[in-house]
């Protein structure tokens, strides 16, 4: 099982940037995908989650700003993120867990900057 996390990077406040997570080795259709930011000094968090069924949930301080999506046919999941804020500042992870089961996978992480 991989999961490789791109898109990362140093962009400006009230910038964007997408990150994307391929993945490989399990039924990618039958997984849900989160992305987690662990934040300097702070707790991991959950950042916005995508059910099988393509229901979404987001994190309130990402709500309106972030977007997640998947892409079946590419095993993939997307975060657009826009209106970036230096507190959006993290190591961003990708998480994928099948419903019922205890454990997932994890990607390695991305860093986003948040700078001007």
């Known amino acids: 099982v991989q999961l490789v996390e791109s898109g990362g990077g140093l962009v400006q406040p009230g910038g964007s940037v997408k990150l994307s997570c391929a993945t490989s080795?399990?039924?990618?259709?039958?997984?849900?995908l989160s992305w987690y930011r662990r934040a300097p000094g702070k707790e991991r968090e959950l950042v916005a989650l995508?059910?099988?069924?393509?229901?979404?949930n987001y994190a309130d301080s990402v709500k309106g700003r972030f977007t997640i999506s998947r892409e079946n046919s590419k095993n993939t999941v997307n975060l657009q993120m826009n209106s970036l804020k230096s507190e959006d500042t993290a190591v961003y992870y990708c998480?994928?867990?099948?419903?019922?089961?205890?454990?997932?996978?994890w990607g390695q992480g991305v860093q986003v900057t948040v700078s001007s």
């Open positions: 998480f994928a867990k099948a419903p019922f089961e205890m454990t997932g996978y």
């Open positions: 080795g399990f039924t990618f259709s039958r997984y849900g």
């Open positions: 995508i059910h099988v069924t393509g229901a979404t």
